[in-house]
């Protein structure tokens, strides 16, 4: 399993970013998808979860109305929409996989699942 972020870098509060994140080495189409974050000096945090045909979403109450996730099974990548940015949407943006099924409200862990490396997103003026 390998999952690549890309998309990040450094935007002025109120701009956009799209993340994406190319999946490789499982059956994408049957996978439900996370995207999870952590701010600098705190916990990791999850921010989104798209069943495997897009159908189901979720999204932690910080960025509701302002981040959408999506998916191409086509092309076996996960996206994140982020609009109207805020400094604390800083952090390293993760996108994981395989993650036991529950909700947003139980944190993270880097033991259970396949995460990808990461990638920056950094809202500053």
């Known amino acids: 399993v390998q999952l690549v972020e890309s998309g990040g870098g450094l935007v002025q509060p109120g701009g956009s970013l799209r993340l994406s994140c190319a999946a490789s080495?499982?059956?994408?189409?049957?996978?439900?998808m996370r995207w999870a974050r952590q701010a600098p000096g705190k916990g990791l945090e999850w921010v989104s979860i798209?069943?495997?045909?897009?159908?189901?979403?979720s999204y932690v109450d910080s960025i509701k109305g302002r981040f959408t996730v999506s998916r191409d099974n086509e092309k076996s990548t996960q996206y994140l929409q982020m609009n109207s940015l805020k400094s604390e949407d800083t952090g390293l943006y993760y996108c994981a996989t395989g993650v036991p099924q529950y909700g947003l409200g139980t944190p993270p862990d880097f033991a259970e699942g396949y995460w990808g490396q990461g990638t920056q997103v950094t809202v500053s003026s």
């Open positions: 080495g499982f059956t994408f189409s049957n996978n439900y």
């Open positions: 798209i069943s495997d045909d897009g159908s189901f979403t």
